[in-house]
């Protein structure tokens, strides 16, 4: 299987090119060549020995390659390097945020229906065990009162601004309670750095917070009891969160088959756009 990887700034790109090049259960993939928006991450591939081809033109291998990886840092860069490539029909592994821009983010996966492009990616932190456990119990008991999230965020920065770190919290608060978001009501204090919101579910309400910290926490409350998610996010940690998320793209390539639907890869944007309008209005916004 032949792959290239769009968009080097960042440790998704290192260690996908790391485990391509090293890792003895991946010895039939091959990257052909990189692509990048600076020259840092480039570099740090080509220096390692992972790849020895960079190219300044995304759309280079198209025709060349059985799949692409992106991981641009910034959302919107991912419909520049990708939809070509899902327009051919090949097989994408886009990061998180899927998009910072909803229409580009509806019009990739429109595009990937009319070609069958099969599509995964998103945030890594879906994969983290404690969220199961809580998605468990509230499929076997269904008496959730409510839920609470936290997470870091990076509000000012040339990758998006509120979008380029915030689908993580997003991502776990699907996989923990569940696609059924009905609206969000935000506020935020850019100063301090912080943005509260709480999404409606009907039967109970989530609420995130997002402020300047560098921890991630999940909790339920049920008639029974709370329930906290372990969530450890050390470099060891994340590495093995990192090959969950490639294991799913080298299944779905190799299988011909999506773990989750185009629908539940552009919900989280869906969501943090509705909690950007929410908090930059004032007022609640539905979940379309």
Known sequence: MKV??????????????????????????????????????????????????????????????????????????????AMPYIKAGIPCFIDKPFTVDLNKGVEMIEEAKKSGALLCGGSSLKFLPGLKKINDFIKEKGQVTSGNLSAPINLFNEHGGFFFYTQHL???????????????????????????????????????????????????VSRQGTLHAEIITGRDSMDQLFLEEFDEFVNMVKNKEMKISYERLLLPVKILNAIYESYKTGKEVEIK
Not at 61 to 70: Q, Y
Not at 177 to 199: C, L, M, Q
């Open 4 to 81: 290239a990887i769009l968009g080097c700034e960042n440790s998704h790109a290192w260690t996908f090119a790391q485990h391509i090049s090293e890792n003895p259960k991946y010895k039939d993939i091959e990257l052909v060549g990189i692509f990048g928006y600076d020259d840092v991450g480039d570099k740090k591939i080509m220096e390692k020995g992972h790849c020895n081809y960079v190219t300044n033109d995304p759309h280079e291998f198209l025709g060349k390659v059985d799949a692409i990886i992106c991981t641009a840092r910034h959302g919107d860069n991912h419909y520049e390097c």
């Open 170 to 220: 997003v991502e776990m608060m699907l996989t923990a309670f569940g696609e059924g978001v009905k609206s969000v009501y935000a506020r935020a204090d850019e100063d301090k750095k912080k943005v509260t919101f709480i999404a409606d579910y009907g039967a109970f309400d989530v609420t995130g917070h997002y402020y300047d910290c560098v921890h991630y926490t999940c909790d339920m």
